[in-house]
Structures are given as structure tokens and as C-alpha cells.
């Protein structure tokens, strides 16, 4: 068995938090001290100066929502949104920091086809059209964060959400969708010769959230040459509306902009994420009585067990009875096996075994059942669930104009994960990935003549990713505790992470994609754009089981795959500013898991590499002199293997809907943003196979007392639904949303306000369609004041303190589990610039 996982932090952990404290220090510190000394300056100063007034500037787009700027997020050619032929949405820095917008679930509200569902309560992707979407970091693909650790929405800069897969130049990708992340820290500029500039500020709220953050930038010079830096700090402590769940997270970025030549640049830095927290599984015990009034069905799990025959799930003659849990008051797997919890299991929901069998298991009966009611705050966490994460990145990018429209760019870019998960109920987990990437483009312009311009690019690009990690799922029993109570040994199970059990999965491997790709726009008489490109892609991989896994261990697999993606899209500029588009893409993909591991099992059936198509039709305008901006678009996209699948992170789908997007800034006090989404999104594994494995909640086996289980788990290959076909579950089929921005500005200088209303469609919480989970419509607001240098925002989301849910895994455990969302909660921030 595998020797205890070390949970203290080692020395590579403390090195880097130290290197977090002393970031985050100086940034602190040298936002203070500028900030007291610009504030002296101005109480002496008899008259602003001349920049401050330029600075009070009222121009009628706000918050920069009309998406003008050019976007490299997915084609590379400095196309702006308008002329590009995909769906994305950009969000910028304005509407990240003057509005509503602190975590992953707020991007809905303005980006159609997208939607989150719940990973253990863990915000780390946005699900794009059905899939849970990839993270990039200006340009360049991450680890693979399902629900590792929160994505750092507020140490954004601006965000880029890009639907369908990634095109050739970026290499392998997912079929939803992608967020494209520029740090905070981005800011850095070499030509910039202006004093240091930064702003400091604070963040408070419901259950004790408080949240610290500072940020600096301004010129310097390195070896004489002019360097731009920026440099970015965040820390969090703080506790939560759900039961037994604290968060410490600590945030830092540098970036750094070196002016080598009048023909060559250097841009590099690094971002570290250090989190601690734990996951959040949500209500246990799931029955529609309790998504409809909060009602639920209380009682013990046994103390003790009499050994179970497996063949039977009867106890053994003369059995004598066992405490449950060991001297450490913890459930092993031993214990649990010999006590029958997982006897009831892949069954035939058709013909499970009537209440009077069901019995026969006394280890699984509840004891006291009764009902009384949950609060959303009484969920399935134990007071030493953990999720740690240690997260460094660093980039390095050197890029020359060499002028004639030809430029250089090779980006470098590096991560490493440092993943710990353990739950009371029974699962454990741990990852230790890296990943280094280097692309080199070549960018030209080629003026053909005066009615055919061609913009390529083309080069190489090599990615490596070594990754060890395990996870523990064999004995998960959600359902012995009972949430009225605290966990206790009847509850709390061993973890593999401790040495205490045996990984359901345990790898170690690594991979190396070698890559090449090729682009081009080229112009037609001004009006008419066709974009052609494709890449090839090596894939060298290597993956073992080691010996202290369940599945097949010692298993060894090496294989290489040959994979080839390419995108076709033409544009036509009609007049009146509207932009039709077509795009068909086929991109391919490789499936890793939860910390970017490749399965053995997977690679050894040859399905560690997969493909998947894109069709997409739309169009976009702009009118009014650029003040209106719409866009809607109808898409089909699907993987084609479908036995190349992860259930967690890469699940074998096919969405089809259609997309609208508008933003009007209908003056400079009142700016509105909308989007909707109808959208179909098919389980195409399931549609394959006829059936799916999934966990049972009481919904699956009306007419049974589901207390005769609760004290074990229940698994059943259910068939294809009669009503729902094979429709993923969990995901609403329509959302809409509408978002104002006003100004005070005519009556009240510096006061602003934001309400965003957003409705989703009732689901199904598990793909067996036995808990359906309400339509809601989600009202949030706020008010922004800003005087001077001085900024105060008040928040509060979930205005009508409406009662919504949202499906945990409905693949897997969505009859089991679910998420109950926020009531009514407050921000409050302020901050001062320098």
C-alpha cells in the first residue's frame, strides 16, 4: 500500500509560499507607501493636476462592453470580435471590477451557451455548450481544473470566453468551449515612462468573507533597457454559508515587459495560486419532497455490523456483531465490504429486490428514521475535509517586428499542481502534474495586390506533461450520515491519501505532443474573408497502474498517435455593417483526467485520442455608430469516438442550439447587455450503448423505503429514458439573461449602479430523470461611488432570496446529490488608486 501522502506543505511548497509572502509584502507595502505619498501631494497641491482632469473623461461605452479591440484568443490575427467568424463574448476589465461579476457562475449572465453546474461546490470551469470548458493564460493551455481549486476570476484582467473547440494554432482542445484568463498583472508596459501606479483595496461580506488585494505597475529599466512591471496581490480568509467550510487562498502575479530593441520585446512572469479549503457535496439523502419543501429523511446508520453474505446480502449464520468503525473511529474498506454497504449493487431498476429482500441487510437500515427540515447550509462536509492546491505558472514570451508585416513570437509556458482532496464520506484523491509548452509562430503580411491581402501564420509547437496521482472512490457512502448531526464514526471512512486503503486508480505516466500548425486570412476585395488552417499532431504517451490500485494494477501502456485538426470559415462584410459567417472545424483532443493524467486502460484500447467536429452559422452587426452590437449564431459540434471518453472532464457529447448576444450602449448613463441560449445537449455514449451506470437515490425505486439502503450505496445500470431520450441532465435547454448598467453621473457625480437578471430552465438533476430541480430566476445588484482616487462598491446577489439548486455530477451521482445555492448575500468593497 502506498506510503501516507505526505500533507504538510514540503520545501518546494514553503519555497513558493514564501515567494507568495514576499510578493505579496512588497506589493502591499509599496502600495501604501505610494499611496501615502500621492495622497500628501494632494492635500498639498493647491490645483489637480493637469492627468487628473484628463482622466475624468465621460464617454458613452463605460465599460468598454462594445468588444472593439482586437482579440488573439482564437485565430491570432488580430481580429476584433466583430470580425471574427466564432462565437466568443470578452470581458473586460471594467465590467470584471464595476459590476457584479466575482466568480466563475457570475459570467452566465453575459455569455450565452454557457452554464456551470456543480463539481463538489468547487468553482473551477464554466461548462461551454455543455462541456466543462478548458483554462488558458494568455494564449497558452493550463492543467486540466474540472474542480481542483477555484478559477481566479478577480485576478483577471479581462477574460475571453471562446465557444467550440480552440483552433489549429492552439493546439488539441475540448469540443464546448474555452476562457482565455489575462492576469491582472498584465498591465506592464516598457513603453510606459509614468510614474508608479497601483490601487489597494478591501472586500468583505455574508459569513465572514474577507478578502485583501493590491496591485502596482510602472516603468524601471533592466541592464539600461526600459522594463515595465506589474505586479498583482490577493489574500483571502475566509468562512462560508455551508457548514464545516473555511477558505485560505493567497493570490500573486508579476509580469514584466522588456524593450530589448526598437525590433525585439520580452514579456514574462509568473502567477501562484496557494489555496485551502474543501469541496461540497450538498444534501445527501435526495428525494423530491426535499428539492420541493426541505424535507428530509432523518436517522442513524448502524454502530455495528454482523458480516453480510455478498451472494445473498443475508448475514452469515452465527455472525458476530462488530463495531463499524476502527480504534481511530474510521469505516475501512474491509469493514464496509464485510458489512454488505455496497451488497445492493449493479442491479436492474426494473427488477430490484422488493422491500422485504432489501431488508435482509441489517448493516444498511437506518435506525430512528424520521423527517424534520434541512436548511441549505446543512451539507455533506466533515470537519477535516481538505482540498489543497499549490498552483505556480510562469511564461516566458520573446517576440521581434521585423518589420514588412513579418513578426516572430516563441512563447514559453510552465505549470505545475499540487492537488490533495480527502472527503469523511469516502473519497480521496491527490495529483502532482506539470506541464511545459513552447510554440514558436511566424506571423506575415502579404499584400498580394490591391484586391487580395493574406495574413498567415504557421510554426511548430512542443508540449510535455509528466502527472502521478491517485484517487480513492471505491467505498463513497453519501448517504450514512445524517446531516442533522455532526459526522461522526458512523460516517467518516478511511482515504487512500493516507495509506489507509487502496487507490481505486493510481498512475504515473507522461506524454509529449509534438505539433505543428499553419493559418490563413486571406481578403477578398475588401469584403469577402475566408479563413483556412490545420495542424498535425504527434501524440508519444506512457502510463502505468502501480500496484496498489484496484483497477488493474501494474498495467503499462505506451502508444503514439498520429491526430490532425483543421478549421475552414468565410466571412462576407454586407453593408450596414452586418457580418454573416459560416466555420467547420475538426479538432482533436486528448482525454486526461481530473490532474491531466492519461488512463492506462484508456491508452492501452488506443482511446487516449480522440476528434470532434464543429458547424457553426452566424451572423453580427454593429448600428447606431457602434453604440448596438448583436450576434447570433447556430451551431452543431459533437465528439466522434465514443469510447474515448473521461466521465469527470471529458465527456463523449453532442450539443446543438442556437446563440444571441447583444450589448447597446443606449447613452452614457444607461448601457444594456443580453444573451440567450436554447440548446440540446445529447449524451452520446449513452445513445451507443443503450444504457449508463449511476448511482440510485430514493427517486429511482419508488414504492421502496429508501432508509433501507441509506446506510450503504446502490448502483444500477439504468436504460435509456423513454421521455428525456438521451439528453445530458443537469443542463437547463433554455437561458436567458438581461443586464443594466446606469449612471448617476447627470444628478450625482461618481454613482453608478448594475442589475442583472437571469432565468435557467427546470432539469433533471440525474440522467434517470427521477429529481427534477426547479426553473429560478437569479436577481443580482449593485451600487459603485466613485470620487477621486476613491471607489466603493455594495453588492447583493440573489436579490429575491430565491430557492435554486444546481445537479452535482448527474452522470454519476445526480439522484444522490445535490447543491443547494446561496440565499440572499452582500459585498462590500472599497479601494483607492495612486
Known amino acids: 500500500m502506498k506510503q501516507r501522502l505526505d500533507r504538510s506543505e514540503g520545501v518546494h511548497s514553503r519555497r513558493l509560499r514564501t515567494l507568495v509572502d514576499v510578493i505579496g509584502r512588497v506589493t502591499l507595502a509599496a502600495a501604501l507607501l505610494l499611496g501615502a505619498v500621492d495622497a500628501f501631494a494632494e492635500t498639498a497641491a493647491v490645483a489637480p493636476a493637469a492627468g487628473e482632469l484628463e482622466e475624468i473623461v465621460v464617454s458613452g461605452d463605460r465599460l468598454d462592453v462594445m468588444q472593439t479591440k482586437p482579440v488573439d484568443s482564437v485565430f491570432g490575427f488580430d481580429k476584433t470580435v466583430l470580425e471574427t467568424p466564432r462565437s466568443l463574448t470578452t470581458i473586460t476589465s471594467d465590467l470584471l471590477s464595476k459590476t457584479n461579476i466575482t466568480g466563475i457562475n457570475d459570467l452566465v449572465a453575459l455569455t450565452p451557451g454557457s452554464f456551470t453546474q456543480s463539481f463538489f461546490g468547487v468553482a473551477g470551469p464554466l461548462d461551454v455548450r455543455g462541456t466543462p470548458g478548458e483554462n488558458y493564460f494568455r494564449g497558452m493551455k493550463r492543467i486540466d481544473n474540472p474542480g481542483n481549486y477555484p478559477t481566479p476570476i478577480g485576478a483577471s484582467e479581462s477574460i475571453d470566453i471562446v465557444r467550440g473547440p480552440a483552433s489549429p494554432i492552439f ?76 477558505t485560505i487562498q493567497d493570490i500573486a502575479q508579476a509580469s514584466f515587459d522588456l524593450k530589448i530593441s526598437d525590433t525585439w520585446h520580452s514579456e514574462f512572469g509568473a502567477m501562484y ?184 501564420e504557421f510554426g511548430p509547437d512542443l508540449r510535455f506533461s509528466d502527472f502521478e496521482g491517485g484517487d480513492d472512490f471505491s467505498g463513497e457512502y453519501f448517504d450514512r450520515r445524517d446531516l442533522t448531526q455532526p459526522s461522526s464514526p ?215 423505503n429508501p432508509g433501507l439502503f441509506y446506510g450503504g450505496t446502490v448502483g444500477a445500470v439504468f436504460p435509456v429514458s423513454t421521455t428525456g431520450g438521451t439528453l445530458k441532465a443537469g443542463l437547463p435547454k433554455t437561458l436567458y439573461s438581461v443586464n443594466f448598467y446606469l449612471s448617476a453621473d447627470p444628478w450625482v457625480q461618481g454613482l453608478s449602479g448594475s442589475v442583472t437578471v437571469s432565468h435557467s430552465a427546470k432539469v433533471f438533476s440525474g440522467f434517470s430523470e427521477s429529481i427534477a430541480l426547479p426553473q429560478y430566476t437569479l436577481v443580482n445588484a449593485g451600487l459603485r461611488f466613485e470620487r477621486g482616487k476613491w471607489a466603493v462598491n455594495a453588492q447583493v446577489k440573489n436579490l429575491t432570496d430565491e430557492r435554486y439548486f444546481r445537479s452535482n455530477f448527474p452522470d454519476l451521482f445526480g439522484s444522490s446529490i445535490v447543491l443547494p445555492e446561496l440565499p440572499r448575500n452582500y459585498l462590500l468593497s472599497g479601494s483607492y488608486k495612486f
Not at 492576469?183 to 490601487?199: H, I
Not at 510602472?218 to 462560508?240: A, I, Q, T, V
Not at 458476530?320 to 455496497?342: D, E, K, M, R, V
Not at 476528434?611 to 459540434?637: N, P, R
Open 171 to 246: 493546439g488539441p482542445s475540448k469540443v464546448g468551449g474555452y476562457l482565455d484568463f489575462h492576469p491582472k498583472s498584465e498591465r506592464a508596459n516598457a513603453d510606459n515612462t509614468s510614474d508608479p501606479r497601483g490601487d489597494i483595496g478591501f472586500e468583505g461580506g455574508s459569513w465572514g468573507k474577507k478578502e485583501l488585494h493590491a496591485s502596482v505597475s510602472g516603468p524601471m529599466s533592466l541592464f539600461d533597457k526600459p522594463l515595465g512591471y506589474s505586479l498583482y496581490g490577493m489574500s483571502e480568509n475566509s468562512d462560508s454559508y455551508y457548514q464545516n467550510t473555511h
Open 273 to 456: 495560486q496557494y489555496f485551502r479549503g474543501n469541496q461540497v457535496a450538498g444534501w445527501n439523502r435526495v428525494t423530491q419532497q426535499l428539492i420541493d419543501n426541505g424535507t428530509y429523511i432523518t436517522g442513524q446508520s448502524p454502530s455495528t455490523y454482523v458480516p453480510i453474505d455478498p451472494k445473498t446480502c443475508a448475514p452469515v449464520p452465527g455472525g458476530t456483531p462488530q463495531p463499524i468503525a476502527n480504534q481511530y473511529g474510521l469505516i475501512t474498506q474491509a469493514a464496509a465490504n464485510a458489512a454488505g454497504l455496497g451488497c445492493y449493487f449493479l442491479f436492474d431498476p426494473k427488477q430490484f429486490p422488493p422491500t422485504a429482500a432489501m431488508a435482509t441487510n441489517p448493516n444498511t437500515v437506518l435506525q430512528n428514521q424520521g423527517t424534520t427540515h434541512l436548511n441549505g447550509n446543512q451539507v455533506l462536509v466533515g470537519p477535516d475535509d481538505v482540498l489543497g492546491d499549490n498552483v505556480t505558472t510562469l511564461y516566458f514570451d520573446l517576440i521581434g517586428d521585423l518589420g514588412s508585416g513579418v513578426k516572430l513570437a516563441n512563447k514559453s509556458f510552465f505549470e505545475y499542481l499540487n492537488n490533495i482532496n480527502e472527503n469523511a464520506y469516502g473519497f480521496s484523491q491527490y495529483y502532482k502534474t506539470w506541464v511545459l509548452e513552447d510554440r514558436f509562430v511566424v506571423s506575415m503580411k502579404l499584400p498580394v495586390n490591391d484586391w487580395l491581402k493574406s495574413n498567415v
Open 490 to 704: 458512523l460516517d467518516r471512512r478511511t482515504w487512500a491519501t493516507a495509506g489507509q486503503d487502496f487507490y481505486s486508480d493510481h498512475m504515473k505516466g507522461h506524454f509529449m505532443d509534438y505539433g505543428v500548425a499553419f493559418l490563413a486570412d486571406t481578403t477578398m476585395f475588401e469584403n469577402l474573408s475566408v479563413l483556412l488552417g490545420g495542424r498535425g499532431d504527434y501524440f508519444d504517451m506512457h502510463s502505468r497502474e502501480l500496484q496498489d490500485s484496484l483497477t488493474s494494477p501494474g498495467l503499462l501502456a505506451d502508444k503514439t498517435k498520429t491526430a490532425f485538426s483543421y478549421n475552414a470559415s468565410i466571412t462576407y462584410d454586407l453593408p450596414f455593417h452586418i457580418v454573416p459567417y459560416a466555420t467547420y472545424a475538426h479538432q482533436s483532443t486528448q482525454i486526461t483526467g481530473q490532474g491531466g493524467q492519461i488512463d492506462p486502460v484508456l491508452l492501452s484500447q488506443g482511446n487516449a485520442v480522440a476528434g470532434s467536429f464543429l458547424k457553426e452559422v452566424g451572423i453580427k452587426t454593429t448600428q447606431l455608430d457602434g453604440h448596438l452590437y448583436a450576434a447570433a449564431d447556430f451551431f452543431i459540434q459533437q465528439r466522434v469516438d465514443y469510447n474515448a471518453q473521461d466521465t469527470v472532464s471529458n465527456n463523449t457529447t453532442q450539443a446543438k442550439g442556437v446563440e444571441f448576444e447583444t450589448r447597446y450602449v443606449v447613452n452614457p448613463e444607461l448601457t444594456i447587455a443580453g444573451a440567450f441560449t436554447s440548446m440540446a445537449v445529447y449524451n452520446e455514449s449513452l445513445a451507443s450503448n443503450g444504457q449508463q451506470f449511476s448511482f440510485v437515490g430514493a427517486g429511482d425505486v419508488p414504492g421502496i
